[in-house]
């Protein structure tokens, strides 16, 4: 008998407006695909933009010098000249291209495509028509989403396929009129990573009594994550169990509106922000120290930090709308209220209350979380990469 044959490998050249070390879902995405497709016969080059903040040596990696993003410093405008050259000549070793923001590496990477008759495909990784009205309140919010949908439109029907990370992301594209193939292949989680944790010690290191009930919220501090709805809900909640504790991690432009929130609503015993947390060395064990994952956003395209605090047996309670439907529909390890404060409130007193359903919730949220292996989606992925450059 013959040995089962191994996959030729493929290039492919990742584009990108945004990469570590700004942290954000899109970063997260790509270095989890980077460090999986390897096992799948795919080598992956990255053109993403230089911060001053990487380090030196980066394999794979094609870093384009730029300058801070008027009205957000932590994100990089790349050169056009630059970016353009490096795609370019990057994307004459590769077999397929895939973009994955919709800046100039869309339009670097699809200039390159078609000029050199590569296949080329996008990930949809955020919802704009929802965020650009956070963030441009000087104009009518219809006229900004109907911008934002005419651009993802015609961005989407330039595209070879368009890769989205849910179903209801699938749905939203096809109401705008996009006709080019959709494939919904989430972001998997590193299992291994999140698997474990140190309670005691992070409690130990912030403080925090290992009696006291818990909840926390990982993520960018931004106005699309609904946090207000969160914050508000959480006052509910400490007005039945004045005991309890949100923990805020990450960072982002809705940081001192929220902080201001809190003074107001008299909650800074109940709620602290702790910043940014190292994925590898330190949110682990955030995850392990809690006793509930808190998360109300109406707008997300997949929701992996759901999945994260999942693989670490932690219950969720959350909004199940946009993509975190696909996540949380089946209630597996989590409780889903309705988009309502007094609800929501109820949910996390209910839970902290009951370690029963808490002990239920959360050994089916580690059972639940093994469906979202990094490894099985980036298999799901690679298939798609091959039958675009081989033809169906």
């Not at 056009?80 to 990057?90: D, G, I, M, P, Y």
């Not at 994307?91 to 919709?102: F, N």
């Not at 396929?161 to 992301?169: D, H, I, L």
């Not at 944790?197 to 960018?220: C, M, S």
């Amino acid at each position: 008998m013959s040995p089962p044959s191994v996959p030729n490998v493929l290039n492919v050249l990742m584009v990108s407006d945004v990469y570590f070390p700004r942290v954000n879902g899109v970063s997260t995405s790509i270095e989890t695909f980077r460090q999986t497709l390897a096992q799948e016969g795919v080598n992956i080059r990255l053109v993403a933009p230089r911060y001053n903040g990487e380090p030196p040596d980066e394999l794979g990696i094609v870093r384009i010098p730029g300058k801070p993003a008027p009205g957000s410093p932590e994100d990089r405008l790349p050169r056009w000249r630059l970016l353009a050259q490096a795609v370019r000549r990057e994307a004459a070793r590769a077999d397929v291209i895939h973009i994955q923001t919709p800046f100039a590496a869309h339009y670097a990477g699809l200039q390159a495509a078609r000029a050199l008759k590569r296949p080329v495909l996008a990930t949809y990784h955020t919802l704009f028509e929802e965020y650009f009205q956070h963030y441009a309140r000087v104009a009518p919010a219809s006229f900004l989403r109907g911008i934002a949908r005419s651009v993802s439109k015609s961005q989407c029907n330039a595209l070879d396929a368009v890769v989205v990370p849910s179903s209801a992301m699938r749905e939203r594209l096809r109401d705008y009129g996009v006709t080019t193939d959709l494939h919904v292949v989430p972001t998997g989680i590193p299992l291994a990573r999140f698997s474990s944790g140190d309670r005691a010690r992070f409690r130990a290191q912030h403080g925090i009594a290992e009696d006291r009930p818990v909840a926390l919220y990982v993520g960018r501090v931004a106005h699309e994550k609904n946090l207000n709805f969160l914050i508000d809900a959480f006052a509910r909640a400490v007005a039945k169990r004045s005991n309890l504790l949100l923990l805020v991690t990450g960072e982002g432009p809705a940081l001192e509106d929220l902080r201001a929130r809190v003074a107001a609503l008299g909650l800074n015993e109940n709620v602290r922000f702790l910043g940014y947390l190292d994925r590898r060395t330190e949110l682990p064990d955030c995850y392990a120290a809690a006793d509930a994952f808190v998360f109300a956003s109406l707008t997300e395209t997949q929701g992996l930090v759901l999945l994260e605090a999942m693989a670490q047996g932690l219950p969720v309670i959350g909004l199940a709308a946009m993509g975190t439907k696909d996540i949380l529909a089946p209630n597996l390890g989590c409780m889903t209220p309705l988009a309502e404060l007094d609800s929501f409130a109820e949910a996390i007193v209910r839970l902290m209350k009951e370690p029963d359903l808490r002990t239920r919730l959360s050994a089916e949220a580690r059972e639940y979380a093994t469906r979202w292996s990094d490894r099985a989606l980036a298999a799901r992925l690679a298939g798609l990469y091959r039958t675009m450059h081989d033809g169906p």
